[in-house]
């Protein structure tokens, strides 16, 4: 991006009080090759299948929520802001696309059930004429069904967070703590809240994209424009940094969290 984030964070600033149109265009200027940069990553991260030019829309789509959506108090630089719904804009609607190819898969189910049932009764395998007949769609939708059939099926975008099924296990979830509890996980998240604030900016950001926004290392690396062994880094110092500010009651602190 040529505009440092200072710079961009200027004309955020400049922009919400002005509500100037020609400040966003310059806004909206200084952040666009960082929408072509964060595609162009997510795109290679999933093989090439995108679109560029589809990733690029949906991103654009997230610039402009940005805009008003982006709040200082965060203490982050708003082009750090800017990437994260960029790419989060991108990735939902990758995941809209693979809920339609879930629906496509669902239809190539009935079609395959269909020409087996069809074929055991008439000793033959079906025509796509006698198929489009049984499911009430046209021959050109069931040829596409079976083009569909043939290829692989992508792999889902939530596929990285297969193991978070784990932290809806009703014996977590029915946990009753007591007063005490209560008050000492209280207290834990004041002096996590204080240690993380502490932290130099890319340990913190990666800190708040991994835990809370819920995005891989990769993707990580794509917001702060670091390699991929860069961010593990960063999240091994920081939290080896907070275990160290959360001082000798580390333990009975992460244990009231449900660390």
Same mark, same amino acid.
């Given at each position: ?36 940069? +964060? ?13 560029? #030019? $589809?990733? +690029? ?36 609607? #990758? ?46 939708? +069931? ?5 569909? +059939? ?23 979830? $029915? ?43 990769? #993707?990580?690396?794509?917001?702060? $424009? ?34």
């Amino acid at each position: 991006m040529g505009a440092s984030p200072r710079r961009i964070d200027q004309l955020w600033h400049e922009y919400q009080r002005t509500r100037d149109e020609r400040v966003k265009g310059d806004l909206v200027r200084a952040c666009t090759r960082k929408v072509y940069g +964060v595609a162009k990553g997510l795109r290679s991260e999933m093989g090439g299948v995108p679109r560029l #030019q $589809d990733l +690029v829309d949906a991103g654009m789509v997230g610039l402009m929520e940005a805009f008003e959506r982006f709040d200082p108090s965060r203490g982050v630089y708003f082009e750090t802001w800017c990437t994260w719904r960029v790419l989060g804009s991108m990735r939902d609607d #990758q995941r809209k696309a693979a809920w339609a190819t879930e629906a496509v898969r669902l239809k190539a189910q009935r079609l395959r059930r269909a020409a087996d049932e069809m074929a055991a009764a008439h000793g033959r395998p079906p025509s796509d004429d006698e198929l489009a007949a049984a499911l009430g769609v046209s021959p050109a939708e +069931v040829a596409g069904l079976w083009r569909h +059939v043939k290829r692989r099926r992508p792999l889902s975008l939530d596929a990285t967070h297969a193991g978070a099924a784990a932290d809806l296990d009703p014996a977590l979830v $029915d946990h009753r703590p007591g007063p005490a509890q209560r008050l000492l996980a209280d207290e834990a998240r004041l002096r996590l809240r204080e240690a993380v604030k502490a932290l130099p900016d890319k340990q913190r950001y990666t800190l708040l994209l991994y835990y809370f926004e819920k995005l891989t290392m990769a #993707q990580i690396g794509l917001v702060l $424009d670091v390699t991929e062994s860069r961010v593990c880094q960063l999240h091994k110092k920081a939290l080896a940094t907070l275990t160290q500010r959360l001082g000798p009651r580390r333990d009975e602190f992460l244990d009231a969290l449900g660390g």
